[in-house]
């Protein structure tokens, strides 16, 4: 009889015929935090490029005040339920703030981002419904249209005449359909055609949900995300976001123009039993949204810096996502060749993101380089250099 | 409307594309453990199957199918239904 572990045999095995010794770039130890964007790990100092800390604000003086300030006067945690012990007034703060930040009615905390799509997709769709996602969307959406018990249909990354297709073959299903999908994708930080997707919902109906996890911060006059930045946030019906990337902390939300946005507090399974986010965590989130808003300046460093970055790896010949935005993912050959190339890198003092397939579109390895306003330009430089210094490794191998 | 036989030759066409090179396609092949598909190749094939078809197969059904075989038929099934 098999035991319980058994099934995990094979990907044990494919991780131990790829790594053999650390420093692992699974799961890899970063021994010291320095600053947004410098680090030790392995004994070395190495620049921070695979964090997706946007905008640099895990070391913030007025987050880190805010969050010590509340560490000291309402304590580690907040040992409960939102629903029951864990809603405090901070926690309330933070949602009308959000919701005055999204201009819309109704914004509900979650205690991590994943939770925020289980959260909120989760409970939405019921067994008679219908999911229409993008192809490409985080394991978090997937993951919680299992929750749903609702029909799932992915439509080809980015092709909104795919989604249209698909709607289409619903015929009167659309009217209650929730099409999913996500600002900046994270994996190759190319962006959603929403003007296109929001067309094709005009047409078919059925609620839009966009998840600005990698665009909150980032896209938008005021920092909203893509739908701020295309104009059309009128026509999304939900928007999910994490604390974890932009704003340095832990953390999701939900915000609709849907009133009864709030009803989902009653239903929704990972927002009840679960623990509410420390106080010290509500706390920093506060001040970084504030920030968000009145420092546009960070958003602009962050583009010039991934704009320098993505030209100079695409001058060097590298293959790169399709446009500049903070993830630059550099496409590899085997995952083999993608191991050899992120110690590589490491030895030069940088630390990115290696990506494996399945998690990655197409079944190609990749450096995913996460790029951060407090980067400066001679760290951008120095990644660039690392990059250029490792690319006859794959000239040598080509595409395996 | 097709037949099981004529759903069954279609998803082979497309499996081919998607399998590994050499790979011993037959109906009843294991498309993960035999065939050695990931998660998402298998949802790969289902847009595929969903093209050719012209219909919605919904990926909740992926827990019930293992092989070509039990593809076609749960598409036949579909077919029938609309």
Redesign the interface.
Known sequence: MMSLFDKFQSLSDARHALIQAEPSPIGTRIDEVLSPTEGRVDGRSVILAGTNNYLGLTFDPDCIAAAHDALDQEGTGTTGSRMANGSYVSHTRLEEELARFFARPSAVVFSTGYMANLGLIGTLAGADD?IVLD?DCHASIYDA??LT??????F?HNDAGDLE??LR??GERTANALIVVEGIYSMLGDQAPLREIVAVKRRHGGYLLVDEAHSLGVLGAHGRGLAEAEGVEADVDFVVGTFSKSLGAIGGFAVSHHPQLDMIRYASRPYIFTASPSPATIASVRVALDIVASRPALRRQLWANAERLYHGLARLGFELGPEPGPVVATLLGSPQQGVAFWHGLLERGVYVNLVL??ATPG?RALMRISVSAAHDTAQIDRIIAAFAALKPMLDHHGHE | MPQHEQILERLMAHLERLAPPDSNLHPDIDLVSELGLDSVKVMDLMLDAEDEFDISVPLNILADIRTPNQLAQAINKLLESQ
């Open positions: 219908v192809a249209c299992r018990g609702a029909d799932i249909i992915r080809r297709k698909r073959r619903l397939p399945p079944g």
